[in-house]
């Protein structure tokens, strides 16, 4: 039996996604993580296996804590709550005291030069799946006449998507909530109307 750990591995995780949320996949290097985390970079590997599988694991959290209005949106009880719900909660999740300015996702992408093949599939995987989920939500408001027949459902789902991705950027750039707030209520003004 080996030694037990001399660290908290919940405590290093959550360090380390804030490197990466900061820097991107590409702008940390092993020892910026490990000196962030406390930790050899021995333990690191027993703990948590490669940067790429330390990357995954840093965006598992960050999409169950920061990013969990990316789930927590499409069970409004409208098409239109799910799109406030959404780039609001872009907004909060881009712009929170004591956190990296933007997103952990938009940060890994934005840096994509050496970005393993596990950690790029991570980030795609992460993608698809927050689009899919919108895409359904959409699909259920086109059938329960929620939104216009003519609505796209996966057009209505990359919009959301792509402002938020924007609002993020943006956040990263310096602008403030309030700021993002109004680009925020700007793109709802150009989201179909209920029936």
Not at 11 to 23: I, K, N
Not at 37 to 58: C, H, P, Q, V, W
């Amino acid at each position: 039996m080996g030694r037990p750990r001399g660290f908290d591995t919940e405590e290093a995780l959550q360090r380390a996604m804030a490197v990466f949320w900061e820097h991107g996949y590409d702008g940390v290097s092993l020892t910026d993580l490990t000196r962030a985390m406390g930790i050899t970079k021995t333990s690191m590997y027993a703990a948590f296996g490669n940067k790429e599988d330390l990357f995954r694991k840093a965006l598992e959290r960050y999409a169950e804590g920061a990013a969990s209005y990316s789930s927590r949106a499409p069970e409004e009880p409208t098409a239109r709550k799910v799109a406030e719900a959404y780039l609001l909660g872009s907004v909060n999740a881009s712009t929170q005291p004591g956190c990296p300015a933007g997103c952990l996702g938009v940060q890994g992408f934005l840096a994509i030069g050496h970005l393993g093949q596990s950690a790029r599939d991570a980030l795609n995987a992460w993608r698809e799946e927050n689009r899919s989920r919108l895409r359904s939500r959409f699909e259920r408001a086109v059938d329960e006449g929620d939104l216009p027949p003519d609505a796209v459902p996966d057009v209505l789902a990359r919009y959301l998507m792509t402002m938020a991705n924007g609002i993020a950027v943006q956040a990263a750039c310096g602008a403030g909530r309030d700021e993002l707030h109004e680009v925020a209520d700007a793109a709802l003004r150009n989201w179909p109307p209920s029936l």
